[in-house]
C-alpha cells in the first residue's frame, strides 16, 4: 500500500515531491560547483576537500532519509484518512507517526472522528426514536379512526352531542345489561296504509324518510336514544343518558316538538298538493331491562318490560294530534306541562284499566 502512496504522491505539490526537489538543490547544485571549480579555476584535490565532501554527502543522505520517513507518514495519514473517507476503515488512526506534527494531527483527527461517531450513534438512536414515535403516531391515528368510526355508528342511534359523553364516559350505562327506569316515547303515522294505497312506492318512501330525518334530529336533541323503526312507527328510549330535567321530562318535551313540526311539514307538503297525516304519540315511564337481545349473528340493542308494553298501548289509543302519557309519567312532569285526566286504557294480562293523561300542547 505504501508504494502505491509514493507513486501518487510523488508530484512537485506533494511533501514527498518536494523533498525530492530539496535533495538536488542541496546535493546536485553544490557538486556541480565543486566540480565548476576543480576544472576551471585549477583548485587542488585536498584530503581536507575530500572528507568536506564525504560528510556534505552524508548529512544530505541523512536529511533526505528524515525528510522520506515524514513524507511517508504523512502519505500514510493522508491514505488512512481516505480509507475512512470511502469506508474502508472505520477506527481511529493509529499514532504511530514520529513527527509532533502529524501526531497532532492524526489526534484531531481522531477525536474528531469520535465527535462524528457519537453523533452518527446519536442520530441512530433518534432513528430509532422517530420510528417509535412514528409508529405510536399511526397507532393513535388508527385509534382515532376507529373512535371515529364509532362515533358515526353511535351517531345513527344517538345525537352527536351525545356521542361524546358516551364516548368519554368512564362508566358503561349505555351498552351494559341492566335493569332502569326509562321513558318509553312511541309514534306512529295514523291511518297510513289507508293514506299510502294510491300513492308510488318511491313517494312513501320519500314521505317517510322527510319525516324520520327531523324527528330523530329532535329526539337526540332532547337526550334521547331511538330503540328502532317499525314501519311508520318510531320507538325512541329516554332516561339512558343522564339529562338535567330526566327522562320523562325529555319524553313529554320531545312528543310536543314532534307534534308542532309534524303539522309544519304538513302545511308544506299541503302547499305542494301531497298527501298528509297526523300521529299519535303514547308516553310511558317504568322500570324495564335494557340489553343485547338476539343471536351471535345478530344483535339488538333495546328495551324490554311492561312499561314498553304499555307505551305502545297509549299510543295505539292515541288519535292524530294527541300525545297520551302514563300514570308515573304524569307524576314526575305534573309540575312541568298542562295536563288532562284521560279514560282508563285496558292493556292485555292487566286486570284493571291504566289511568293515563293526555298533554295539553301549547
Do not use: W
Not at 288532562?340 to 294480562?349: P, T
Amino acid at each position: 500500500m505504501l508504494r502505491g502512496m509514493k507513486y501518487k504522491y510523488q508530484n512537485s505539490k506533494s511533501f514527498f515531491g518536494k523533498s525530492r526537489i530539496i535533495l538536488i538543490l542541496l546535493g546536485v547544485i553544490p557538486y556541480l560547483l565543486v566540480v565548476y571549480l576543480f576544472i576551471y579555476e585549477r583548485i587542488v584535490l585536498t584530503d581536507m576537500i575530500i572528507l568536506f565532501s564525504a560528510l556534505a554527502l552524508f548529512s544530505i543522505l541523512v536529511g533526505f532519509s528524515l525528510m522520506r520517513i515524514s513524507a511517508d507518514q504523512l502519505a500514510q495519514l493522508a491514505q488512512d484518512i481516505r480509507n475512512i473517507e470511502i469506508g474502508e476503515a472505520v477506527k481511529p488512526i493509529a499514532t504511530v507517526m514520529t513527527d509532533e506534527e502529524l501526531k497532532d494531527i492524526a489526534r484531531n483527527f481522531n477525536y474528531m472522528f469520535e465527535k462524528l461517531e457519537k453523533a452518527n450513534r446519536e442520530i441512530k438512536e433518534q432513528s430509532v426514536q422517530l420510528m417509535i414515535y412514528a409508529e405510536d403516531l399511526s397507532l393513535s391515528c388508527e385509534k382515532i379512526r376507529e373512535e371515529e368510526e364509532l362515533r358515526n355508528r353511535l351517531s345513527r342511534y344517538v345525537g352527536k352531542n351525545l356521542v361524546e359523553k358516551l364516548i368519554n364516559s368512564k362508566s358503561d350505562v349505555f351498552l351494559e345489561n341492566e335493569r332502569k327506569e326509562v321513558s318509553m316515547l312511541f309514534a306512529d303515522i295514523r291511518s297510513f296504509s289507508t293514506m299510502t294505497e294510491n300513492m308510488d312506492a318511491e313517494e312513501v318512501v320519500f314521505m317517510l324518510n322527510e319525516f324520520f330525518s327531523i324527528m330523530v334530529d329532535i329526539v337526540f336533541r332532547n337526550n334521547g336514544v331511538l330503540d328502532k323503526f317499525v314501519g311508520d312507527q318510531i320507538m325512541a328510549v329516554f332516561g339512558l343518558i343522564p339529562s338535567e330535567n330526566g327522562g320523562a321530562y325529555d319524553a313529554v318535551t320531545t312528543s310536543i316538538e314532534i307534534q308542532n313540526a309534524t303539522k309544519e311539514l304538513m302545511n308544506v307538503r299541503s302547499k305542494k298538493g301531497k298527501e298528509t297525516f297526523e300521529i299519535g304519540i303514547g308516553i310511558n315511564t317504568g322500570n324495564a331491562i335494557i340489553g343485547s337481545v338476539g343471536s351471535e349473528n345478530r344483535m339488538d340493542y333495546t328495551v324490554i318490560g311492561d312499561c314498553v308494553n304499555i307505551a305502545s298501548k297509549l299510543e295505539q289509543t292515541a288519535k292524530g294530534g294527541e300525545i297520551i302519557i302514563g300514570e308515573e309519567t304524569y307524576f314526575q312532569i305534573r309540575n312541568s306541562f298542562r295536563v288532562k285526566k284521560g279514560k282508563g286504557v285496558q292493556v292485555a294480562n292487566k286486570a284493571e284499566p291504566i289511568i293515563c293523561y293526555h298533554i295539553m300542547q301549547q
